[in-house]
């Protein structure tokens, strides 16, 4: 699998709301700067807008993967649902909020640097520290993703039983596309924990750049049932973590960006 470019481990966010913690993922479009994630990690049981504030942290766009220092900001939800730039998709697991607006002040490289400016709705917490997205065109939609393409998962796996880590920093594993469903999601051989849902999924290319696949769903589980001669049947049923993930492609992201678009854009004049 080829190395990737260390900057890119600004890309991943962590998101703590109400005691529950989930992942997600910085989206640099010509418009704006997008937060993408998991449909359930920003709307409580995937319907309700959260009223407490919802707090971002990713590591550092410049040096952040070398010195650890992080950025964050507090969402107030409430806002940006009013203001029209937070959405979450009628079906699919995906929520996308825009945090941001940008206008671009540097071509140079393979990342561009932009003025940042927050929207209604959201606080930097910190003043120093850049933010990275992963480019647009840095992405595919369902009929370029491939069976058997190597992939990473980028999250913050919180459920992880271990003092040793820093769970504000993201966390790596990878994995194969092993296949897709039939109602348009993608199947990864590559475990999901208590964390990671909203994640970045992502294919490493030789040049060390990422191409975004889609945002982690969920984990697909197997039942393991425990049967009993006395009874002559199951008497226990217990759901285990099979290895496999649902990933919800990028077409349903953007789907959710156009609306965003649609609801913010000013209205034309007669």
Known sequence: MPKIDQVQLAFPVLIEVAGTTGSGFYLNDDDGIYLVTAKHVLFKKSVETYTEPVTLTSLDGDEGFKTGLKVSF?????????????????????AVCKI?????????GR????????????????????????????????????????????GYPTSLASDALDKSVPLLR??????KTLDGQIIVDCPVYYGNSGGLVAMPV????????????R????????????????????????????????????????EIRGATAPAKTP
């Open 219 to 258: 984990m697909v589980y197997y039942v393991e049932k425990t049967y009993s001669p006395r009874f002559d049947g199951p008497v226990a049923l217990r759901h285990e973590n099979s290895g496999y993930a649902l990933v919800e492609p990028m077409d349903r992201v953007f789907e959710v960006i156009d």
């Open 111 to 154: 990342f561009h640097k932009y003025f940042l400016t927050n929207l209604p709705g959201v606080v930097s917490l910190r003043e120093e520290g850049v933010i990275r997205g992963l480019p647009r065109k840095q992405t595919v939609r369902l009929l370029e993703v491939y069976i058997g393409d190597d992939i990473l998962l980028f």
């Open 206 to 217: 030789a040049d060390g750049s990422l191409i975004d696949v889609g945002v982690a769903s």
């Open 74 to 94: 507090k969402l107030d939800c409430l806002k940006l649902m009013e203001e029209g730039n937070l959405r979450k998709h009628a079906r699919a697991d995906v």
């Open 100 to 108: 941001a607006a940008l206008v671009k002040v540097d071509d140079g």
């Open 174 to 179: 990878s994995g194969i596309i092993a296949g």
